[in-house]
């Protein structure tokens, strides 16, 4: 047996057909579309010989199957297949992706017992080939037969008492005469705690602070300004700051327009607000989110060093619910440029071109329950939240201590075996080391992104 069917013969349980009839079925259908539990029936393998016949027993196994990146389920008899093979197939056709296109682009998982994804493969035995089932097929993910290319890694040199001389000539660059000016563009939605954080720690390094918001969400959800509300708290950097608003689009039932397409108008309306901050050619402009925030000493090096490329994507240590959950550094979006007439504020891949270890991005560290209940529904993947239940406070507190996922879902992976090496919870750490200065400084007032403070307070929106 190789790895995949190991794993999957441990989980086949002692004497077992598959359990669940058609009742159990209908009733778990009904609590899925009500957003509550959903149980799963054991996970088997059936042996399919080639007399062998579900129907003949008047069994019927329905199952709900569900492809990313499309908003309805289908439903399929298992029991109308004998291999895996063919049920792909199936489920190709059903939703209207040609086999002979789309079969070596998507594969078949289901989730067992302890909630543990495996890859749904046929095996074969002594007894012929094995169908592996479950009483749920969860996803049919998409497999890119090209990951997009690598980014060319810049090595980032720093210590604490080495002069910027000696860090621009590590990089290959030299030390200049006089700084640049830096921007810092964002487009702001309701994450107050980082913004605070974000503007505390760059601020001896920033001209100007670049803040633009709307009165809706990306997915035309009315949203107040909620910077404008909280201007007091940012008075610190009054002078610094250039604020913007943008009129969003309210979304109209029965009608739908692409989240991504309403968060493209507004990035494209950032493009005016930079102008109108008064950059000029040569100045560093950083757009990134809120929460992608560069370290002061990446600032420092691209405001001193001549020499650095144009545009360099920042490579960010990735962390989710808080610091005590760091991911790894997949973060990439946010972007150093040199700014020209040519620069235009995007928050996708520009080059190849990535500088290491340049800061941290802490997604959904918010401290309040109902931010993360606004911001699962909010931004462009809110289509991920496909049930009710997932908006519990009680489960999003759970999933928060533990470290998993909020949507329930894979991680999103080119190969199955990313996928597994970054299944399950995120491991806690104790480290509370090379985090925001002001971040520590202030930990008294943000326990809950620091090690051991998991719990969220539970009061109502503003």
Same mark, same amino acid.
């Given at each position: 047996?190789?790895?995949?069917?190991?794993?999957?013969?441990?989980?086949?349980?002692?004497?077992?057909?598959?359990? &669940? =009839?058609?009742?159990?079925?209908?009733?778990?259908?009904?609590?899925?579309?009500?957003?509550?539990?959903?149980?799963?029936?054991?996970? %088997?393998?059936?042996?399919?010989?080639?007399?062998?016949?579900?129907?003949?027993?008047?069994?019927?196994?329905?199952?709900?199957?569900?492809?990313?990146?499309?908003?309805?389920?289908?439903?399929?008899?298992?029991?109308?297949?004998?291999?895996?093979?063919?049920?792909?197939?199936?489920?190709?056709?059903?939703? &209207?992706?040609?086999?002979?296109?789309?079969?070596?682009?998507?594969?078949? /998982?289901?989730?067992?017992?302890?909630?543990?994804?495996?890859?749904?493969?046929?095996?074969?035995?002594?007894? #012929? @080939?094995?169908?592996?089932?479950? =009483?749920?097929? &969860?996803?049919?993910?998409?497999?890119?037969?090209?990951?997009?290319?690598?980014?060319?890694?810049?090595?980032?040199?720093?210590?604490?008492?080495?002069?910027?001389?000696?860090? !621009?000539?590590?990089?290959?660059?030299?030390?200049?005469?006089?700084?640049? +000016?830096?921007?810092?563009?964002?487009?702001?939605?309701?994450?107050?705690?980082?913004?605070?954080?974000?503007?505390?720690?760059?601020?001896?390094?920033?001209?100007?602070?670049?803040?633009?918001?709307?009165?809706?969400?990306?997915?035309?959800?009315?949203?107040?300004?909620?910077?404008?509300?909280? +201007?007091?708290?940012?008075?610190?950097?009054?002078?610094?700051?250039?604020? #913007?608003?943008?009129?969003?689009?309210?979304?109209?039932?029965?009608? $739908?327009?692409?989240?991504?397409?309403?968060?493209?108008?507004?990035?494209?309306?950032?493009? =005016?607000?930079?102008?109108?901050? #008064?950059?000029?050619?040569?100045?560093?402009?950083?757009?990134?989110?809120?929460?992608?925030?560069?370290?002061?000493?990446?600032?420092?090096?691209?405001?001193? %060093?001549? &020499?650095?490329?144009?545009?360099?994507?920042?490579?960010?240590?990735?962390?989710?619910?808080?610091?005590?959950?760091?991911?790894?550094?997949?973060?990439?979006?946010?972007?150093?440029?040199?700014?020209?007439?040519?620069?235009? $504020?995007?928050?996708?891949?520009?080059?190849?071109?990535?500088?290491?270890?340049? *800061?941290?991005? !802490?997604?959904? !560290?918010? +401290?309040?329950?109902?931010?993360?209940?606004?911001?699962?529904?909010?931004?462009?993947?809110?289509?991920?939240?496909?049930?009710?239940?997932? /908006? =519990?406070?009680?489960?999003?507190?759970?999933?928060? %201590?533990? #470290?998993?996922? /909020?949507?329930?879902?894979?991680?999103?992976?080119?190969?199955?075996?990313?996928?597994?090496?970054?299944?399950?919870?995120?491991?806690?750490?104790?480290?509370?080391?090379?985090?925001?200065?002001?971040?520590?400084?202030?930990?008294?007032?943000?326990?809950?992104?620091?090690? *051991?403070? !998991?719990?969220?307070?539970?009061?109502? @929106?503003?």
């Amino acid at each position: 047996m190789d790895k995949w069917d190991l794993e999957l013969g441990l989980a086949l349980p002692s004497n077992s057909p598959c359990a &669940g =009839s058609n009742d159990d079925m209908e009733e778990e259908e009904e609590e899925e579309e009500e957003g509550e539990k959903v149980t799963h029936p054991t996970l %088997c393998l059936l042996p399919l010989t080639p007399g062998h016949s579900w129907r003949k027993k008047r069994h019927r196994m329905y199952v709900k199957v569900k492809m990313e990146g499309v908003g309805i389920a289908r439903k399929v008899d298992l029991t109308m297949h004998h291999s895996f093979h063919t049920l792909n197939h199936a489920l190709l056709h059903m939703f &209207g992706k040609p086999p002979h296109q789309f079969s070596n682009s998507y594969r078949l /998982l289901f989730q067992d017992q302890q909630g543990h994804w495996l890859l749904a493969k046929d095996i074969q035995s002594k007894e #012929g @080939p094995l169908l592996c089932v479950a =009483s749920i097929i &969860g996803v049919i993910i998409p497999l890119w037969d090209n990951p997009p290319k690598p980014f060319t890694r810049i090595p980032h040199y720093y210590a604490e008492n080495v002069t910027m001389d000696l860090l !621009c000539h590590l990089h290959g660059w030299s030390l200049r005469s006089h700084p640049r +000016r830096v921007f810092d563009a964002i487009i702001f939605s309701n994450e107050l705690d980082m913004l605070d954080i974000r503007w505390h720690e760059l601020q001896p390094y920033v001209s100007k602070f670049i803040i633009l918001e709307s009165n809706t969400t990306f997915t035309g959800i009315p949203k107040p300004h909620y910077f404008e509300l909280n +201007r007091e708290r940012f008075a610190f950097a009054k002078e610094q700051t250039v604020h #913007g608003t943008f009129p969003g689009k309210l979304a109209v039932q029965g009608s $739908y327009e692409d989240p991504f397409l309403l968060e493209g108008r507004q990035r494209a309306a950032m493009n =005016s607000l930079i102008r109108r901050a #008064g950059i000029s050619n040569g100045d560093i402009l950083i757009m990134a989110d809120t929460d992608e925030i560069p370290s002061p000493h990446t600032l420092k090096l691209l405001q001193w %060093c001549d &020499g650095i490329p144009p545009l360099m994507h920042l490579e960010l240590k990735h962390y989710m619910y808080s610091y005590e959950f760091p991911v790894d550094y997949s973060s990439w979006r946010a972007t150093a440029h040199v700014y020209s007439q040519h620069t235009q $504020y995007r928050h996708s891949r520009q080059t190849d071109l990535m500088l290491a270890d340049a *800061g941290w991005h !802490c997604s959904f !560290c918010f +401290r309040k329950m109902w931010e993360f209940v606004f911001k699962m529904t909010a931004y462009s993947h809110a289509d991920r939240v496909r049930y009710k239940s997932f /908006l =519990s406070h009680s489960r999003i507190q759970d999933i928060i %201590c533990r #470290g998993d996922d /909020l949507f329930d879902m894979l991680p999103e992976e080119y190969t199955f075996k990313d996928i597994i090496k970054k299944m399950g919870s995120i491991p806690p750490s104790a480290s509370a080391v090379h985090l925001p200065a002001y971040l520590i400084q202030n930990a008294h007032n943000f326990k809950f992104l620091l090690p *051991g403070g !998991c719990l969220r307070e539970t009061q109502t @929106p503003p």
